[in-house]
């Protein structure tokens, strides 16, 4: 069993869709929560950080941590043609000079 | 901004070539990584340097080798190239633990 597992779609949504993303991990000790987008024949970007349980909110963008059900989950609202891309979720136990477990990604279509 | 700076975004290789991906960051960061990515498999670690002249092993090094002469640059080293190392390959680099990578563009290698 992979430590992270991410639904890979692909996933396709209407312009002005809620998206949501998620992955569930096993490991009790990762902290660290991270989602990442990357365009086509791009390298993946820092997209949303959070530290233990809880929410943040950025913009249109939401990630939530819930650590008691081991699942992390991303929702993009009102989403835009331009946030196709593939979502990948990664997470860390703050060991190891910060190396990050990534999910598979997830590959999301916006249509207009 | 930091930046990752991957040397090749392509590159084409003959079986048995030795190859050599260089990345160079530009903000002082201790720790270094190098991923490959393919389709249906997601980023997945190759090595790691947690400070110059340090390496660790990750989930995949066979075939692979590192160096980190000075702390801004991580070259990956393919020994022997081989017709299942075509890929892209990631670098990136974070400052310690708890925090995100910043990801070079990525070079996508292709052996032939």
């Known amino acids: 069993q992979k430590e992270v597992e991410q639904d890979p779609g692909p996933l396709s949504v209407p312009e002005g869709a809620i998206v949501s993303l998620n992955c569930t991990y096993s490991?009790?000790?990762?902290?660290?929560f991270m989602w990442y987008r990357q365009y086509s024949r791009k390298g993946p970007e820092l997209l949303m950080y959070t530290y233990s349980s809880g929410n943040k909110e950025d913009g249109r963008f939401t990630a939530q941590v819930d650590k008691s059900s081991k699942y992390i989950s991303l929702f993009i609202r009102d989403s835009q043609p331009s946030d196709s891309a593939t979502y990948l979720c990664a997470m860390s136990a703050g060991n190891q000079g910060g190396k990050l477990i990534f999910g598979q990604g997830t590959e999301l279509s916006v249509k207009p | 901004d930091v930046k990752v700076t991957q040397s090749s975004r392509y590159l084409v290789k003959r079986t048995g070539e030795k190859v050599f991906l260089e990345c160079v960051q530009d903000m002082d960061h201790e720790n270094m990584f190098w991923y490959r990515q393919d389709p249906g498999l997601g980023l997945r670690l190759i090595y790691f340097s947690y400070d110059v002249k340090m390496k660790e092993k990750g989930d995949i090094p066979e075939g692979y080798s590192v160096s980190r002469e000075k702390k801004e640059r991580f070259s990956l080293i393919l020994e022997s190239a081989s017709t299942n190392q075509t890929s892209m390959y990631l670098c990136?680099?974070?400052?310690?633990?708890?925090?995100?990578?910043?990801f070079g563009s990525g070079t996508r290698l292709t052996v032939v």
């Open positions: 990136a680099s974070t400052p310690g633990q708890g925090y995100g990578y910043t």
């Open positions: 490991n009790s000790a990762f902290q660290y």
